[in-house]
């Protein structure tokens, strides 16, 4: 039987529909449009599954990361780094990427920091979109998707969710609150805290928690982006409004790097 149809959130496509604080300069809603409204275009659907140094770089630290607790014993060997490496493959990535993961898996080498921990969840990367959760807001319905990094449990029972970082993009605190939320329906009754670790610096973020409230307040909220999301969609696709209407550009430096640049007609 063929599941029913729901809308859909999450914190990259919160992230599409508002900038996270100071961030404002940089946001543009129309990519929010192409990767939404126009993701089967024929001459955008490349450019989206077109994958950027950044996303590389993300994907095979996590998977790096995921190898070295796979097999614990690679963080004891000496050449465990170099194992690794084979496992994904560097040398057939251009030469930044190698490097900049090379580096990444030499700094969790020598600082493993979820060695003996007890770890809940741990996830490579690449196994597709999660389990959605289903969510109701009165006689409403959107499925939430939330892929967590890794979950491992603090000596006390509480639940550490853990996001993986690469580069020098700020943490974002309402990414922490969508796992915060997600774990509260995944775990009920379970307390947690979540917090941003950077594969790169090295760098950990403090720890960010949400009260029951805080939690409430933030699935109205989000229901409210829900329902503006699917708005947005149906005056673009059934009422026919003009795609720079319903997806406002906002051209600037941040063009130079849009992976849309090519087929937008405001891009500077």
Same mark, same amino acid.
């Given at each position: 039987m063929q599941t029913a149809w729901r809308p859909f959130f999450s914190y990259n496509l919160w992230n599409l529909f508002e900038p996270a604080i100071g961030q404002e #300069?940089? /946001?543009?809603?129309?990519?929010?449009? $192409?990767?939404?409204?126009?993701?089967?275009?024929?001459? &955008?659907?490349?450019?989206?599954? #077109?994958?950027?140094?950044f996303q590389q770089v993300g994907l095979l630290a996590q998977q790096g990361v995921y190898e070295f607790h796979r097999d614990e014993s690679l963080l004891s060997c000496t050449d465990g780094v170099r194992q690794v490496a084979d496992?994904?493959?560097?040398?057939?990535?251009?030469?930044? %990427?190698?490097?900049?993961?090379?580096?990444i898996l030499l700094n969790y080498h020598s600082k493993p920091i979820l060695l003996g921990r007890e770890i809940?969840?741990?996830?490579?990367?690449?196994?597709?979109?999660? !389990?959605? &959760?289903?969510?109701?807001?009165?006689? #409403?319905? *959107?499925?939430?998707?939330?892929?967590?990094?890794? &979950?491992? %449990?603090?000596?006390?029972?509480?639940? /550490?969710?853990?996001? $993986?970082?690469?580069?020098? =993009?700020?943490?974002?605190?309402?990414?922490?609150?969508? *796992?915060?939320?997600? +774990?509260?329906?995944?775990?009920? !009754?379970?307390? @947690?805290? @979540? =917090?941003?670790? !950077?594969?790169?610096?090295?760098?950990?973020? !403090?720890?960010?928690? +949400?009260?029951? %409230?805080?939690?409430?307040?933030?699935?109205?909220?989000?229901?409210?982006l829900v329902q503006q999301h699917q708005k947005d969609l149906h005056r673009y696709k059934r009422q026919s409004v003009p795609f720079q209407e319903v997806f406002p550009p906002h051209p600037g430096y941040q063009c130079r790097s849009c992976q849309f640049q090519s087929v937008c007609n405001f891009a500077i």
């Open positions: #300069q940089w /946001h543009c809603s129309m990519k929010r449009g $192409f990767l939404k409204a126009r993701a089967k275009e024929p001459d &955008i659907s490349p450019l989206i599954q #077109q994958e950027t140094v496992i994904l493959e560097l040398n057939s990535k251009s030469d930044e %990427v190698r490097d900049r993961v090379t580096q809940l969840r741990l996830i490579r990367g690449d196994e597709g979109f999660p !389990n959605p &959760i289903l969510m109701r807001s009165g006689n #409403q319905e *959107y499925k939430l998707f939330a892929a967590i990094d890794c &979950i491992f %449990v603090e000596p006390d029972g509480t639940l /550490h969710i853990l996001d $993986f970082k690469t580069g020098k =993009s700020d943490s974002d605190r309402r990414q922490a609150y969508v *796992y915060l939320l997600a +774990a509260r329906y995944l775990y009920p !009754n379970r307390p @947690a805290v @979540a =917090s941003f670790y !950077n594969l790169e610096s090295q760098m950990w973020s !403090n720890r960010i928690t +949400a009260s029951g %409230v805080q939690l409430q307040v933030l699935e109205t909220d989000i229901f409210q």
